[in-house]
């Protein structure tokens, strides 16, 4: 339902412009967030994942151009609003969890105090409120004796703690959107699978959704509702997780899923997919993906595939599908 929607993206379009040429990025992506759902988005480095949350964002530099037929959250226009206006809506109804959180933490001030500025800022609370705030957020979030964790320093942390005290950040000002870029993927397997359930409780604590970043279909296939997989800066097929997983229908999404070791079938061996994905400073024609796919035919290197329904829920966009009822 669209009252259930928390964020809306129609046609989103990146580009950047280096030595006074253009260099396209994303090509058109359209996607939903619902309120208590994730939205994974998986596929190789370099095919526009965290390009598009930055484009959503307002964060990316100068030389960005961003153009979208509308990007709503929670209803409000973000398209139409100044620097000024974002930066209202930035923490407040939308909060980014980084994948390196010492990129992100101040190391010169303390965790309190970076904790706080927040409180300050967007909630206006005083000293001793925000105070209370940080420490009824770290709490919440696991983090052991949270007084003295005010006190330190960011290298004081390890990566684990570091990336909770992000994850308390973003939480203490109750947005309805949590973007999450590879926030796992520096940590160790036991501290990721607390983080991962951390995020799948706060959603719904939240009453917000989970735009989740991924490379590693492992993480995608424990805390994923639906799944986007891009590629080269397109929507290739998207799906709910287990469509994606027992019935992949782009070659694209079947080569990802042949590249996971599974340690459940004796002898399995990867399936790497070949090639590399396609330099953005050449025009492609046809199918982006075509060079590196056993199924191409002329029709794929002459002409572009739209997206396809091929069950409720569940699209690819390749010339050689099958249509399921």
């Known amino acids: 339902m669209p009252g259930d929607l928390v964020l809306e993206v129609r046609d989103l379009k990146t580009s950047f412009q280096l030595h006074k040429q253009d260099y396209r990025v994303l090509h058109g992506v359209s996607f939903e967030v619902a309120r208590h759902e994730t939205l994974c988005v998986v596929g190789e ?14 964060l990316l530099p100068e030389n960005a151009t961003v153009q979208a037929q509308s990007i709503r959250l929670d209803g409000q226009e973000l398209t139409a609003l100044s620097p000024r206006q974002m930066n ?14 010492m990129t992100c933490l101040n190391p010169l ?22 105070r209370r705030v940080a420490l009824e957020t770290l709490k919440q979030v696991g ?26 950040m973003v939480l203490s000002l109750n ?24 995020l799948r409780q706060l ?27 891009l590629y080269a800066g397109v929507k290739v097929e998207e799906g709910g997780v287990r469509q994606i997983f027992e019935q992949p229908a782009h070659p694209y999404t079947i080569g990802l899923l042949a590249a996971v070791p599974n340690i459940k ?34 029709i794929c290197r002459e002409q572009a595939p739209a997206l396809r329904a091929l069950a409720p829920g569940h699209s690819a966009a390749c010339h050689h599908l099958e249509v399921r009822p």
């Open 265 to 298: 079938s004796e002898g399995y061996t990867l399936s790497p997919i070949p090639g590399t994905p396609p330099n953005i400073a050449q025009a492609i024609e046809g199918c982006r993906f075509h060079p590196r796919c056993g199924r191409a035919t002329d």
């Open 175 to 198: 947005p309805r959107l949590l973007i999450a870029d590879e926030p796992t993927t520096a940590l160790d397997v036991t501290i990721q699978k607390q983080v991962l359930l951390l």
């Open 143 to 168: 983090v052991s004796n949270p007084e003295e964790r005010l006190r330190q320093y960011p290298f004081q942390l390890s990566g684990g703690l570091r990336q909770r005290v992000m994850i308390a």
């Open 45 to 58: 480095s370099g095919c526009g994942k965290s390009v598009m949350t930055l484009s959503i964002m307002g």
């Open 109 to 130: 001030l303390t965790i309190g105090r970076q904790m706080t500025e927040g409180l300050k800022l967007h909630l206006g609370l005083g000293k001793e409120e925000a």
């Open 88 to 101: 209202k809506v930035r923490g407040r109804k939308m909060g980014m969890i980084f994948q390196e959180p």
């Open 203 to 229: 959603k719904h604590q939240l009453d917000a959704g989970v735009l989740f970043i991924t490379h590693d279909l492992g993480v995608v296939a424990e805390i994923a509702d639906r799944v986007i997989v």
